[in-house]
């Protein structure tokens, strides 16, 4: 049905690029009625109209409908300024992000409205590898959809007339299922070496495939991720890791040589053969999770990525005659203080993997009371969940997962049943731990 319906859209009038005319395809054609678009991001268009402006719902949302994909967001484009925007709606501010955009509620509705942005002149402040560093200059529609990444993504909606306006032959790109970069796939790389991933991601979440001309430079114009500032490479991270297609993305990433200047860290884990595993594991058990509409947390994510990482640096620790768990803090704190820098861990975040890190040693304490005090800690399910994927990777054995699970099924006498004899060096472990000297900044899941 939705071939059906998109090669519809497709005898709709092309746009070729740089025609000026865009297609404007009639709904009698793409078939997306206006009851499809969220009510806030309708209301925010209608009444930027009423006063006079363009406005139009743009980018992933009416790319996704195209497809029949369900849309995260739905933002809106218009010609109206910031500030006329702020002035339009009671419940909005400004916020100066690289660029400035307008965010207004309406109802419990956040949409982002983006005011067209212009060509890029020859006085656009770019870094030394021609990354484009300042980008607020205003512009028409026509400027707007060329400044966009793809194809796909350069198509506005207009909920009033009900029509899609094409400047860049989007809507055909589509029905091709190719994703297709708008200009000079490398100088549009250069500009933004983020678009590098989003090529990726798209491309995996959407299961379109890069058309080669964006796809040839991604291998060579890999080294340019190295520049961008750790903050965007987090929130592009983090988009790619929940975006349900984890799997595929990381996958096309090792494909591509991308995953090198990501996750300088990755491709070491990637290649031993116990860390790939449990990476994959974590990545496919995140799919499902998301899939399912479960939600997933990004401290979990990051724990499962570096864990392997914080293994290697633990056990040469230990091996270099440290304590056990002295040995972990320091493992950890040396994983996290390389890869926090490059990929912007927050204090919180940094907080969330430690917690589920320090509970794995306590797991393997099945004597006394320490399981039950175990099973109290906030952190318990994560950690445990955390657990059974180590396990399922052949990293410890299965038969402790397999008790865990069992020891949270049953309860009372059975439970206790369970508990494994104290042994005769457990005891000294734990006078030894109430010393002072090993109290340290141990943080409060340990
Ligand atoms: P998602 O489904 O992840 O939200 P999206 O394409 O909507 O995908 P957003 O980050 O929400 O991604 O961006 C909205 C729109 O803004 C895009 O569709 C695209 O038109 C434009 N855009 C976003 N990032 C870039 C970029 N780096 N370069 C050019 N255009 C971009
Ligand atoms: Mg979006």
Not at 41 to 56: I, P
Not at 221 to 233: D, T
Not at 336 to 360: F, S, Y
Not at 361 to 378: D, T
């Amino acid at each position: 049905m939705i071939r059906k319906f998109i090669s519809r859209v497709f005898s709709g009038k092309k746009a070729r690029p740089g025609h000026h005319e865009p297609a404007v395809i009639p709904v009698s054609t793409h078939g997306i009625t206006r009851d499809r678009i969220s009510t806030g991001s309708r209301r925010v268009c209608e009444t930027l109209q009423e006063n006079g402006h363009k406005a139009y719902v743009v980018g992933g949302a009416v790319r996704d409908l195209l497809i029949g994909a369900e849309p995260k967001d739905f933002d809106v484009a218009t010609d109206a300024t910031p500030e006329e925007v702020r002035r339009a709606f009671r419940r909005s501010r400004i916020i100066g992000r690289r660029f400035q955009i307008v965010h207004v509620m309406m109802g419990q509705e956040q949409i982002e409205v983006t005011t067209f942005r212009g060509q890029l002149g020859e006085d656009t402040k770019k870094d030394e590898h021609g990354r484009v560093l300042h980008d607020n200059v205003f512009g028409s529609q026509l400027e707007d959809a060329a400044r966009r990444d793809f194809t796909a993504n350069a198509l506005y909606y207009d909920p009033t007339t009900e029509a899609i306006v094409d400047y860049h032959h989007g809507v055909g790109d589509l029905k091709a299922r190719t994703l297709r970069m708008i200009g000079e796939p490398r100088a549009r790389y250069r500009e933004d070496p983020v678009r590098l991933l989003r090529a990726v991601r798209l491309a995996a979440k959407l299961g379109l495939s890069i058309d080669p001309e964006a796809k040839r430079p991604i291998r060579e114009m890999a080294v340019l991720l190295e520049n961008v500032p750790a903050a965007r490479l987090f929130d592009e991270m983090l988009k790619l890791l929940t975006s349900g297609h984890s799997v595929k993305c990381i996958t096309q990433l090792r494909d591509e040589g991308l995953h090198h200047g990501l996750l300088p860290m990755l491709d070491v884990i990637l290649e031993q053969p116990m860390g790939e595993k449990f990476v994959m594991l974590a990545l496919a058990n995140t799919d499902e999770r998301i899939r399912r509409g479960k939600g997933t947390s990004p401290g979990f994510l990051f724990a499962c990525l570096l864990w392997h990482e914080v293994l290697a640096n633990w056990e040469k620790l230990k091996a270099d005659g440290e304590a056990k768990i002295p040995a972990l803090f320091q493992a950890m704190d040396t994983v996290l203080d390389t890869q926090g820098e490059k990929l912007a861990i927050t204090r919180r975040i940094a907080g969330d993997i430690k917690d589920i890190w320090l509970l794995q040693p306590r797991f393997e304490q099945r004597a006394g009371k320490r399981p039950y005090a175990l099973l109290e800690q906030p952190r318990f399910r994560a950690g445990y969940d955390f657990l059974v994927l180590r396990a399922e990777s052949g990293e410890v054995e299965m038969e402790l997962a397999e008790w865990w699970t069992r020891f949270q099924a049953v309860d009372g006498e059975e439970r206790a049943q369970m508990l494994l004899p104290e042994q005769a060096g457990d005891k000294k472990r734990r006078r030894r731990r109430k010393k002072p000297a090993n109290a340290g900044s141990a943080p409060a899941a340990e």
